[in-house]
Antibody, heavy 117, light 107 residues
Framework: EVQLEESGGGLVQSGGSLRLSCAAS????????MNWVRQAPGKGLVWVSR????????NYADSVKGRFTISRDNTKNTMYLQMNSLRAEDTAVYYC??????????WGQGTLVTVSS | DIQMTQSPSSLSASVGDRVTITCRAS??????LNWYQQRPGNAPKLLIY???NLHSGAPSRFSGSGSGADFTLTISSLQPEDFATYYC?????????FGQGTKVEIK
């Protein structure tokens, strides 16, 4: 069974940093592109970032470019999102999602990031 | 960026009703359109990919249609577990974008 489990969320002050992790099981992580998607409280889904199978190519939403870094360690079956210079508007539940030909066929349960100003 | 507009934003329906949700892209995306269901407090789940393909495990009462810029998600007979928010998402080009969501509520 495919499983994704996010961790690393929490409360951080504006300007601070957090690193989120997404642990994968039930499939071979190295065979798939992976994404981060976030959802602010009571709001809709927003794509954040994408990484290719070996980590050599990454993409970001303009709102996080230069502040967030996506990476992966296929030997540990884990993907990461390093978030720096956090702002109040980054407050959201962050989901990792498995990418199959650009649709997201498996999602984690999410981890909440709260940025206090 | 490609803008995705869903309608309606919310609807009330009864168990057994046929429900239709539409999604319009701001430019042509051929069939790079996916649908997700999100129940309160839960992560989204993939229902339909590439406009009309039912994801493994999704109930057959869900169907998708459309191409170009206009798409439809149909629930043929609404069930109690279908009360949720539905999102369309374009995967034609980055940044991937989602519709604002359609909340399906109990009448």
């Amino acid at each position: 069974e495919v499983q994704l489990e996010e961790s690393g969320g929490g409360l951080v002050q504006s300007g601070g940093s957090l690193r989120l992790s997404c642990a994968a099981s039930g499939f071979t992580l190295s065979n798939y592109w992976m994404n981060w998607v976030r959802q602010a409280p009571g709001k809709g889904l927003v794509w954040v970032s994408r990484i290719n199978r070996d980590g050599s190519s990454t993409n970001y939403a303009d709102s996080v470019k230069g502040r967030f870094t996506i990476s992966r360690d296929n030997t540990k079956n884990t993907m990461y999102l390093q978030m720096n210079s956090l702002r109040a508007e980054d407050t959201a539940v962050y989901y990792c999602a498995k990418d199959t030909f650009s649709w997201f066929d498996s999602w984690g349960q999410g981890t909440l990031v709260t940025v206090s100003s | 960026d490609i803008q995705m507009t869903q309608s309606p934003s919310s609807l009330s329906a009864s168990v057994g009703d046929r429900v239709t949700i539409t999604c319009r892209a701001s430019q042509i995306i051929t069939t790079f359109l996916n649908w997700y269901q999100q129940r309160p407090g839960n992560a989204p789940k993939l229902l339909i990919y590439a406009a009309s393909n039912l994801h493994s495990g999704a109930p057959s009462r869900f169907s998708g249609s459309g191409s170009g810029a206009d798409f439809t998600l149909t629930i043929s007979s609404l069930q109690p577990e279908d009360f949720a928010t539905y999102y369309c998402q374009q995967s034609d080009s980055l940044p991937y974008t989602f519709g604002q969501g359609t909340k399906v509520e109990i009448k």
